[in-house]
């Protein structure tokens, strides 16, 4: 089975932090998400890479930076965290063939 | 990518048919249609694609209409696990990335 794992399930953290949530996929996708989850406003996409070292803004970029150093491995970094940043935040992965994308269990950050 | 829309919520009993519409009415002739599913607390699965054809796997069933303006999901025996949102998508096969954009889905609860 494909698996997309997230280093925390919950995270709380101080207004002003710098915040590292890292992604983990067992796949050898190419590609892989980072998107945000809010109730009533769905899941919006904040950046995603298609390849080690590139990556590409997704519709919600602002406030965020990511790092792909390696294939398996897609961080997204809060530079200064806020309180409208307090969010579900989930990871995804996909194949070249983006037929399907596989999710992770999502990380619940709090900044306080 | 086309937009979708879906009813906000629907109710079906166990063990029923559960039918899930979605209308894309301006979907291109290159853009597939995609179902995924979030139960709560976790990250979205999954589901099932289509471009004409209809198609079947073990979770659902698929069926496109003609003009391929609308389709339904079709879960044939529907359990209380099946409780969950379900997005509908639809987006060029190999668009930049493979990026998903989810709107707001329907909310499915299966009752006893």
């Known amino acids: 089975d494909v698996k997309v794992t997230q280093s925390s399930r919950y995270l709380v953290k101080r207004t002003g932090e710098k915040v590292f949530l890292e992604c983990v996929q067992d796949?050898?996708?190419?590609?892989m998400f980072w998107y945000r989850q809010d109730p009533g406003l769905g899941l919006r996409l904040i950046y995603f890479?298609?390849?080690?070292?590139?990556?590409e803004k997704g519709d919600i970029p602002e406030g965020y930076s990511v790092s792909r150093e390696k294939k398996e491995r897609f961080s997204l970094i809060l530079e200064s965290a806020s309180t409208n940043q307090t969010s579900m935040y989930l990871c995804a992965s996909s194949p070249v063939d983006r037929v399907s994308t596989f999710f992770g269990s999502g990380t619940q950050l709090s900044v306080l | 990518d086309a937009k979708t829309t879906q009813p906000t919520s629907m109710d079906c009993a166990e063990g029923r048919a559960a039918n899930l519409p979605c209308n894309h009415s301006?979907?291109?002739?290159?853009?597939?249609v995609y179902w995924y599913r979030q139960i709560h607390s976790q990250g979205p699965q999954y589901i099932i694609h289509g471009l004409k054809n209809n198609e079947t796997n073990e979770m659902a069933s698929l069926i496109i209409t003609e003009d391929r303006k609308s389709s339904t999901l079709i879960l044939p025996h529907a359990t209380l696990r099946d409780t969950a949102v379900y997005y509908c998508?639809?987006?060029?096969?190999?668009?930049?990335?493979?990026?998903?954009?989810f709107g707001q889905g329907t909310e499915l609860s299966v009752k006893p």
């Open positions: 301006t979907i291109s002739g290159n853009e597939y």
């Open positions: 998508i639809v987006r060029v096969a190999f668009n930049q990335g493979g990026k998903l954009i």
């Open positions: 796949m050898d996708h190419e590609n």
């Open positions: 890479s298609y390849d080690v070292k590139m990556k």
